[in-house]
């Protein structure tokens, strides 16, 4: 198995072509672990992370772009990403230890494509859209396109993530994430909750609403959506997210929870994070997000 | 297969080792540079007794291919101690009895200097977190937490000329 490090993108899809059994990688959090269990050897190794384009995180007047290479402890550290997007940089501090932290990148966690992968839902409802370089030049495709299934993408052959981009958040909007896993720390989620809302004098004009782990890809969840938009934050329109959510699973069964089990966190799950949402898009936020986080 | 020259810095010293393409840096760290302070314990990432500081981030080793390291620079348990005088954390360690049979020592003492690198007064709850990769079968935790949190303590004095005292949790 060789090694092989590109600088540029163009030498990246060059070794790509000329090498079709090679698999690139960032942080190689999941590639290692993978091999070890005996998944089958790539012909070689590319490593991403030699790349600046795949290594920078910027911000302009419209938007951020976020290499998709990038460490996820740059993310999280980032006072300015935080206060525009703090659900999604939330999702983003919840991927195992602050020893992955150092190595794992968005790009990672949405092409190994797990199902549970904690970023992916607040990527999407952030409308977030992935740059794909390929030898005939780049495309960009929503987030919400690349996972097909559990260890599957439609990028195809030699094609790769280069970055992601993110556009600024309208006025009054707040997004949060919230997942559920058996033990506080370094586990998988059983449930993950993703919502983004937009209120105008305390009515939804927008909201997205996606979970994780519940299905075999993250899904969006329209009919929780439709239930907000145009609507107060209210009791009632809160029981029909959680009505919706859990209809929207398709959960397993695994040793993490049932499928009843998740069906009802997701529902508990998707109202707490619409709840938060809304408390972050009026500013008036009360601070008990952070400690049901971590449960 | 040809083996990769690789140039870095560990431990404030310039290294040369060379090393196979799918080797990992725990295998080149032990085998080829000789440092068997960093440990294997699950070889996945799970347990953090193979950490090191790669350019200041603290990192599983057995996660890093070793041909990464080529003009980094890390720093692994061996590098703790200054000049024949244990690293206050490593005092602690001794002191409080933190460690049974040792084998995850030496990756929670780096994941713990990465912590009060970055934050030098933490809280228990702040410790407990920066450690959560680091897995012991033996302690049950509580004695490396104190240990931690005196070592900050410690730190803190030293930092301070001792005109303050620096409180535990």
């Known amino acids: ?295 | 297969m040809t083996r990769t020259h690789i140039t870095c810095t560990i431990n404030g010293d310039e290294v040369e080792f060379l090393c196979d393409q799918d080797e990992t840096l725990l295998d080149a760290l032990r085998d080829e540079v000789g440092l068997t302070g960093v440990k294997e314990g699950c070889g996945t990432g799970d347990c953090g007794a193979c950490s090191v500081l790669l350019d200041g981030r603290v990192t599983c080793a057995c996660l890093v291919f070793a041909p990464e390291v080529d003009g980094t620079t890390m720093v692994t348990v061996e590098g703790l101690a200054e000049a024949g005088q244990l690293h206050p954390l490593q005092q602690c360690f001794l002191e409080g009895a933190a460690l049974q049979c040792g084998v995850c020592t030496p990756g929670f003492l780096v994941a713990a200097k990465a912590l009060l690198d970055r934050n030098p007064d933490p809280t228990e709850t702040e410790v407990r977190y920066a450690l959560a990769g680091n897995l012991c079968r033996c302690t049950g935790y509580d004695k490396i937490i104190r240990a931690v949190l005196d070592a900050a303590a410690d730190m803190q004095t030293a930092t301070n000329g001792g005109s303050t005292a620096a409180t535990t949790a």
């Open chain 1, 1 to 295: 198995m060789d090694y092989l490090s590109p600088v540029s993108v163009e030498e990246a899809t060059t070794m790509l072509s000329q090498t079709p059994d090679a698999r690139v990688f960032a942080g190689a959090t999941d590639v290692i672990p993978q091999l070890r269990a005996g998944r089958p050897e790539p012909q070689a190794l590319v490593d991403l992370k030699g790349i600046e384009r795949l290594m920078a995180l910027s911000q302009s007047d419209g938007s951020w772009t976020i290499g998709a290479a990038v460490p996820t402890v740059r993310l999280t550290e980032s006072a300015e990403l935080r206060a525009e997007f703090p659900g999604l940089v939330e999702a983003v501090g919840l991927i195992g230890s602050d020893q992955i932290q150092s190595r794992c990148s968005l790009g990672g966690n949405l092409c190994n494509a797990s199902p549970a992968a904690d970023s992916v839902p607040a990527m999407i409802v952030n409308g977030m859209r992935a740059v794909v370089a390929s030898g005939s030049g780049t495309r960009t495709v929503p987030v919400a396109d690349i996972v097909t299934g559990p260890g599957s993408t439609s990028l195809a052959q030699g094609e790769f993530v280069v970055e992601f981009e993110l556009d600024r958040p309208p006025a009054n909007t707040g997004d949060a994430y919230l997942r559920m896993t058996p033990r506080t720390e370094m586990d998988i989620a059983i449930v993950g909750a993703s919502a983004r809302l937009t209120l105008d004098d305390g009515v939804c004009t927008a909201a997205t609403i996606a979970l994780g782990a519940v299905a075999p890809t993250a899904v969006r969840v329209p009919d929780a959506e439709a239930a907000l938009v145009g609507r107060p934050i209210d009791d009632e329109a809160l029981a029909a997210v959680a009505a919706a959510a859990s209809e929207a699973c398709n959960p397993i069964d695994d040793k993490r929870g049932t499928i009843a089990y998740r069906r009802q966190v997701a529902g508990v799950l998707a109202r707490r994070a619409v709840a938060t949402a809304a408390e972050r898009a009026s500013g008036r936020e009360t601070g008990e997000h952070r400690d049901g986080a971590s449960q």
